[in-house]
């Protein structure tokens, strides 16, 4: 079982900057691609950012630019940058990585931080 372990929310102006880290433990195999995700009340959760194995990431259009994820393959750690926070930005953010196992994919999922950014 996949343990996550994020950290690094809080409440920020407008304009400025956030650091999340997402901490995974106990997989006896292979972690995947790793994510984070956002949610805010009445919304469906969204993809932010993911960065694969190899370390490619990709973003959505909305945080291009100002987001940036990156991981520690050797700590199994993914970081979420973010910077020019935007009120729009407000959410909790959960942290989601793939473990594969013989060519099948287990999900994980964090417990969330949340993230608040004031106009």
């Known amino acids: 079982q996949v343990q996550l372990v994020e950290s690094g929310g809080g409440l920020v102006q407008a304009g400025g900057s956030l650091r999340l880290s997402c901490a995974a433990s106990?997989?006896?195999?292979?972690?995947?691609?790793m994510d984070w995700y956002r949610q805010t009340p009445g919304k469906q959760r969204e993809l932010v950012a993911t960065i694969t194995g190899a370390g490619t990431p990709n973003y959505a259009d909305s945080v291009k630019g100002r987001f940036t994820i990156s991981r520690d393959n050797a700590k199994n750690t993914v970081i979420l940058q973010m910077i020019s926070l935007k009120p729009e930005d407000t959410g909790a953010y959960y942290c989601?990585?793939?473990?594969?196992?013989?060519?099948?994919?287990?999900?994980?999922w964090g417990q969330g931080t949340q993230v608040t950014v004031s106009s």
């Open positions: 106990g997989n006896r195999f292979t972690i995947a691609s």
């Open positions: 989601h990585v793939q473990e594969r196992r013989f060519g099948i994919l287990a999900d994980y």
